[in-house]
C-alpha cells in the first residue's frame, strides 16, 4: 500500500486520552471505593440524560464537580465508580432531564461537541466518553436478558445483576469498523446524506457474529461501494460513545476500481488523489470539500496517508 509506515497522529483524537486506573480487583472484594464517596479529593461528572453536566461558560465548560455540589442535583438514576488517578478517585452519576428547564440545574452540553470544539482537554474528554457509554448501558439495560425480570447495578456499575434468576450482565462495547480503500495514489472516500455539505469522510460498519476484522472490512467495503479489497492493515483505534462503539482504524488495499454505490447507505463515493486530499484536509479544496474535524478517527486516516 505505501513504501513507508503510515504516522498516525494520536494526539488530536478524541476521547482515547484516559488516565484512569480503573481498579478492577477492588469493585467487587475491595473496601476501599465507599470511603472513597466522601473523599474531599474524589471528583464527578454527572449527566443529564446523555448530556453532559457543566459549570457553565464562566468557568470554562468545567465538568468536575466536588460531592456536596452533585447532591444538589437530585437523587441520581445510577453511581458508577469510573477509577482514579494518583491524586483523585472519580464517580460519573446519571439524572434524569428535569421537566422545567427554570430548576435551577447547570448548563449541558454535547460531548461531541466538546470533542469537536476542543472543550475538555484530551485525558478529560476520555473520561467522559468512559462514563457516558457505561452509564447508557445501565439505562437501556435495566431488564434481564434471560427472564425479562428487572436487574439492579453491581460491581459499583460494572456490572447487572438479576432479581429473579441471578444471571451477570456486563458492559458491551459495539465493535465498528472504519477503512479506507487505496489503490495506488488514490483513496476511496463516501458520503452521507446526513453529513456537512461538502464532507467526504472513510467507510464504516459494524463488525457482525462470527467475523474478523479484516473479513469486516471487505464486507463493508463491497456492499458500500463495490470495491473488492486484499491485504487489510490495521492503522489505530478510538472509543466513540454515541453510544458505546471502539472504531477500528484500517486502511485496505482495493483490487478493483469500480464503484457501485449502495444508495440506502451512501449519497456519493468516488476515488481522491492524494494531493486532492491533502486540499481537503488544510481546507483549500477549490470545491470546498472538507474532511470530518481532527478529534474523528477517519481524519486520522486520512491524514497518516495523506502523508505517506
Known amino acids: 500500500m505505501t513504501s513507508r509506515p503510515l504516522r498516525f497522529h494520536h494526539?488530536?483524537?478524541?476521547?482515547?486520552?484516559?488516565p484512569l486506573d480503573r481498579m478492577a480487583a477492588a469493585r467487587d472484594h475491595g473496601s476501599s471505593i465507599p470511603a472513597l464517596l466522601e473523599d474531599p479529593e474524589t471528583r464527578y461528572v454527572a449527566f443529564s440524560g446523555d448530556h453532559v453536566l457543566v459549570r457553565g461558560p464562566a468557568e470554562a465548560d468545567d465538568p468536575w464537580f466536588r460531592s456536596g455540589e452533585v447532591k444538589g442535583f437530585g437523587p441520581p438514576t445510577e453511581t458508577v465508580f469510573l477509577g482514579r488517578t494518583a491524586r483523585m478517585a472519580v464517580f460519573a452519576k446519571r439524572f434524569d432531564p428535569p421537566s422545567d428547564e427554570s430548576e435551577g440545574a447547570p448548563p449541558v452540553r454535547d460531548l461531541r461537541s466538546m470533542a469537536t470544539v476542543g472543550l475538555a482537554p484530551p485525558d478529560t474528554l476520555g473520561i467522559l466518553a468512559e462514563a457516558k457509554a457505561l452509564l447508557h448501558w445501565h439505562r437501556s439495560h435495566r431488564f434481564c436478558a434471560a427472564c425479562g425480570q428487572p436487574s439492579r447495578l453491581a460491581a459499583w456499575g460494572w456490572r447487572r445483576e438479576c432479581t429473579a434468576c441471578g444471571t451477570h450482565h456486563f458492559p458491551r462495547t459495539d465493535p465498528v469498523v472504519i477503512m479506507m480503500?487505496?489503490?495506488?495514489?488514490?483513496?476511496?472516500l463516501g458520503r452521507q446524506p446526513r453529513f456537512?455539505?461538502?464532507?467526504?469522510?472513510?467507510?464504516?460498519?459494524?463488525l457482525e457474529p462470527g467475523e474478523t476484522i479484516e473479513a469486516a472490512v471487505r464486507r463493508e467495503l463491497n456492499e458500500e461501494a463495490g470495491i473488492t479489497v486484499g491485504a487489510v492493515d490495521y492503522l489505530a483505534s478510538q472509543p466513540w460513545p454515541f453510544p458505546a462503539s471502539?472504531?477500528?482504524?484500517?486502511?485496505?488495499?482495493?483490487?478493483s476500481s469500480a464503484i457501485t454505490i449502495d444508495a440506502t447507505e451512501l449519497e456519493d463515493a468516488r476515488w481522491f488523489a492524494r494531493a486532492e486530499l491533502r486540499r481537503m484536509l488544510d481546507g483549500t479544496h477549490p470545491d470546498g470539500l472538507v474532511c470530518p474535524p481532527p478529534m474523528a478517527i477517519a481524519h486520522g486516516l486520512m491524514q497518516a496517508w495523506a502523508e505517506a
Do not use: H, K, Q, T
Not at 471502539?246 to 483490487?255: D, K
Open 196 to 206: 456537512a455539505p461538502g464532507m467526504y469522510s472513510c467507510l464504516a460498519g459494524f
Open 246 to 255: 471502539l472504531m477500528i482504524g484500517c486502511i485496505a488495499e482495493a483490487s
Open 181 to 188: 480503500a487505496v489503490d495506488g495514489d488514490r483513496c476511496l
Open 11 to 18: 494526539a488530536a483524537l478524541g476521547f482515547g486520552g484516559n
